[in-house]
């Protein structure tokens, strides 16, 4: 029973990560209709940009390790990956809007590999220790372990999520986000500037992603340039299972596959715990291609 | 021009021809020179291969070094752990061992390509190319968790079967087999799949089946690639066959032009020759090698090699 609901905690906060992710691969999907690969690397970026601010903030003798501290470091680290999510769009897939989907993914591949590269030309090969950005402390509750960084991780994830339902569901520019995913040329018939839309949803989700990326780095001791490739994968497979292009769909698929990955971990059968998460995604394509919570789409000739 | 031989098939003789000439004097060519060019010609094999998916048939596919991983591990099983079993079959001609496991391997791949293809291609578009991809990376898994073929660490001290006429002989037969295809009437309905599957339906063709063909023939020999590949580098490893792998050839077929011959050809020895020179930039490689591929995509969508020469018709000619 311990052993289950610690696995259940486990699972949530590896679901929560997943779905901070999944949220900007939806969303992307949902103005611009194509995957963008480049968002798991948006995540590294977030990792790297906390683990250098927090040190930046700790020379400067800022709060070291304080909660507010913490908060401060993951602030900084979505709004540059905003930036850099803006940019990427603006300069690599801005160019190619009226050309294939197929161009556009390729482009999104090589910005994806060029982010590696690149990270391992600053940031260097080698694992990097994550620095404790919250005052880290372990609670034992009866025979379950709870790391503090693990409810830090629920509480980000569950304060970004309803940001994220706020944002879309009752402001102007959340409004015109719906709309230029429902039909980008309507969208843009009656007003709606839809190049500035997607700007916006471009850094909505990269900001995520970056959040996500720092998350991800409390939990696991180290970052290397290459850590968005696993997660990033894991998360698009999210947001495919749970629709995609619907944001509470990657929320629910997020915590689903955190529950799984969990699961399978714990078993004999922990080495094959990419396979069922692949396994799951052909799944779910073949027998309901809409994923969980989207919504069927009719192709009309 | 003897009367039953058409010109292709001249072609081809001539080509089969010229790589048993150049493996005879290829005692005199650098070991360096010698590697390069087999992988040249081994890459040659895997774009061809994939254009026909990708290119001619238009189902994008993510995971083709997913099928040269099932066909290397199977001929090296063959040409190694099983060597013993199998040679007194062959009567110790070690020769048409090596031929014998690159075929089983390509075999084994296309049943693979067909077990993925069933049920994928059902999908279109970016699932299609998700779904191949997640496919590649199960495969690869399976591959890391199999100890009879070395888990993690792969396969080592694999024969080196591989030479230049092996390789190029196999060159010849891919490109032939892909050509001859593609300008068959058969072949026609692969085209029109790509450029309208409802019309190509409503017209009566087997959309399914045509993709299917496709998947396996590509597979096929993707796993023949796989097999010239272990016998050339001595050992494979379940990380060598991943996603990136299955990108280079990708890219590849889309600097060639998707849907052309020559142009994919190639691409695949520019690629494969541009990847050596890039060597000595060490570390900066593959970053110069993907700011590269985002211009290429920015600037010449269509292809590196593409020239558009009338307005129409000039689409499919190689």
């Known amino acids: ?301 | 021009m003897p009367g039953w031989l058409n010109r292709s098939q001249l072609v081809l003789a001539a080509a089969l021809l010229a790589a048993g000439v150049a493996q005879f004097l290829s005692n005199r060519l650098d070991s360096y020179v010698l590697s390069v060019a087999m992988g040249v010609g081994i890459n040659i094999i895997l774009a061809s291969s994939l254009n026909l998916i990708n290119g001619f048939t238009g189902q994008f596919s993510l995971g083709h070094a997913g099928f040269m991983a099932v066909g290397a591990y199977t001929a090296a099983v063959l040409t190694g752990k099983l060597a013993p079993q199998l040679q007194p079959i062959f009567g110790g001609h070690v020769e048409l061992l090596f031929p014998f496991a690159l075929i089983v391997g390509g075999l084994v791949a296309a049943v693979a390509g067909g077990l993925v293809g069933a049920p994928s291609l059902r999908l279109k578009g970016d699932y299609l190319a998700i779904v191949t991809l997640g496919f590649g990376e199960i495969i690869k898994v399976i591959f890391q968790n199999v100890e009879y073929v070395g888990g993690a660490k792969g396969l080592n001290a694999i024969p080196d079967y591989s030479n230049l006429f092996w390789v190029f002989g196999t060159t010849a037969i891919t490109v032939y087999t892909v050509w001859a295809l593609m300008n068959s009437t058969y072949g026609r309905g692969f085209l029109a799949v790509a450029d309208d599957e409802i019309a190509a339906e409503a017209m009566g063709l087997n959309t399914t089946r045509y993709k299917m063909v496709a998947f396996v023939v590509g597979a096929f020999f993707a796993g023949i690639a796989g097999g010239l590949f272990a016998h050339l580098n001595n050992s494979i490893n379940p990380s060598g066959f991943d996603f990136n792998k299955s990108i280079e050839i990708v890219v590849m077929v889309i600097l060639g032009g998707m849907g052309r011959h020559t142009g994919v050809i190639l691409a695949a020895i520019l690629l494969t020759v541009l990847t050596e020179l890039l060597r000595q930039f060490g570390d900066y490689r593959m970053v110069i090698y993907s700011l590269l591929l985002i211009l290429l995509m920015l600037t010449r969508p269509q292809g590196l090699l593409i020239w558009p020469i009338r307005k129409s018709a000039s689409r499919r000619t190689t």
């Open chain 1, 1 to 301: 029973m311990t052993e289950l609901l610690q696995q259940v905690i486990n699972g949530l906060s590896l679901g929560a990560i997943y779905a901070l992710i999944a949220l900007g691969y939806t969303m992307v999907y949902g103005v611009l209709r194509f995957i963008n690969f480049a968002h798991s690397d948006v995540f590294m970026l977030g990792a790297f940009t906390a683990f250098y601010s927090s040190r930046a903030l700790g020379r400067w003798g800022f709060a070291g390790g304080g909660f507010l501290g913490g908060l401060l470091v993951l602030v900084i680290s979505m709004a540059a990956c905003a930036v850099i999510g803006v940019l990427i769009e603006r300069l690599a897939y801005r160019p190619l809007r009226k050309r294939s989907t197929l161009t556009v993914l390729i482009t999104a591949i090589g910005v994806s590999l060029f982010l590696q590269n690149g990270g391992q030309m600053v940031f260097g090969v080698n694992p990097k220790a994550f620095p404790n950005i919250f005052p880290s402390q372990t609670f034992k509750l009866g025979g379950l372990v709870i790391n503090s960084n693990q409810l830090v991780v629920l509480g980000v994830a569950l304060a970004l999520l309803s940001a994220l339902h706020w944002i879309v569901q009752r402001t102007r520019i959340g409004t015109a986000m719906r709309a230029v995913s429902f039909n980008a040329t309507a969208a843009s018939l009656v007003g709606i500037d839809t190049n500035r839309i997607i700007s916006f949803t471009f850094g909505l989700g990269s900001a995520l992603a970056g959040a996500g990326g720092v998350l991800y780095g409390m939990n696991y001791p180290s970052i290397e340039p290459l850590m968005g490739n696993s997660p990033g994968l894991k998360a698009f497979i999210a947001a495919v299972l749970g629709g995609i292009g619907s944001l509470p769909g990657a929320a629910l698929g997020g915590m689903v596959l955190g529950f799984v990955e969990t699961g399978v971990s714990g078993t004999r059968w922990s080495t094959y715990r990419d396979a069922v998460a692949f396994a799951i995604l052909i799944g779910i394509l073949l027998f309901r291609p809409a994923g969980l919570l989207g919504r069927n789409r009719i192709e009309k000739v």
